[in-house]
């Protein structure tokens, strides 16, 4: 290799600007004040990491006999997140297409509705659960409706900006024609939306499996609720069996899904 190709692979310097100076002066001082303000203290953490050890030392020997009673707790998480995922996919999809600019040329409606889709979004899922536990009471419909609503507000973001960056010419082929906006979502939008669609939709499964269990832990049903009890009983092996449990279901359906969004987008 020439001196003349090697000088032509080397990066090209770049200075350290004031502005990233500041940045990090104020990073450093953000994190200072923030540890002073929340009082974080990790000699503390270290000084009582041998009550830690002990308790993952017994969930470390999960309760084998426990798996009968936690199986059945898992397949209600998993049909809560399944149901969630299906009713939140569909409003999602209706409501993606009402806020796609490209599909909505009024926008003030498309302003309107994206409002009302941020406002959703920054509820988080914890709270969505506290509220309908107080509404409709402890127990999997609570849940589900928390996670149907979490997975609007996930899926709706990603397919709306999805939709926005189709190629326009199956679009315009439509109208050319004299096809009215239904024929153009049914011919034009749908079958380069659909992949995306279904994938965004396992996105939001594999969360709402994992999210589900942490709902249950406040009242919401779910193995999170038996997870809560076994851990205010005391009963870590108990616990170590039901960690166990989820993470392998967990592993199996982020795979599975993983590979299935793998072979949607080719």
């Given at each position: 290799m020439s001196a003349t190709d090697r000088d032509m692979l080397k990066l090209p310097k770049k200075k350290f600007k004031m502005w990233n100076w500041v940045w990090v002066i104020l990073m450093v001082l953000g994190l200072v004040l923030s540890v002073n303000n929340t009082q974080t203290s990790l000699p503390e953490f270290f000084a009582n990491f041998d009550q830690f050890a002990e308790i993952f030392v017994q969930m470390a020997q999960p309760d084998w006999s426990y798996a009968g009673t936690a199986i059945p707790y898992l397949v209600e998480t998993i049909k809560m997140a399944i149901i969630s995922t299906v009713i939140g996919s569909l409003l999602a999809f209706v409501y993606s297409l009402l806020i796609a600019r490209n599909i909505v040329h009024n926008?003030?409606?498309?302003?309107v509705l994206r409002f009302i889709m941020n406002i959703i979004r920054t509820i988080p899922d914890l709270l969505l659960a506290s509220i309908f536990v107080a509404v409709v009471g402890i127990g999997p419909v609570a849940g589900i409706l928390a996670l149907t609503v979490f997975t609007?507000?996930?899926v709706v973001k990603l397919l709306y900006e999805a939709i926005e960056t189709i190629d326009p010419g199956p679009s315009e082929a439509i109208k050319a024609v004299g096809g009215n906006g239904m024929n153009n979502i049914m011919f034009a939008v749908m079958p380069q939306i659909l992949p995306y669609f279904i994938s965004y939709a396992l996105y939001a499964f594999e969360i709402n499996v994992r999210a589900s269990t942490i709902l249950g832990y406040i009242?919401?049903?779910?193995i999170g609720l038996q997870l809560k009890n076994t851990l205010d009983m005391f009963n870590y092996n108990q616990t170590g069996m039901i960690i166990l449990v989820v993470f392998l279901?967990?592993?199996v359906i982020d795979f599975v899904s993983t590979k299935a969004r793998e072979a949607l987008m080719r």
């Open positions: 926008r003030a409606i498309t302003g609007f507000g996930v009242g919401a049903g779910g279901v967990v592993l």
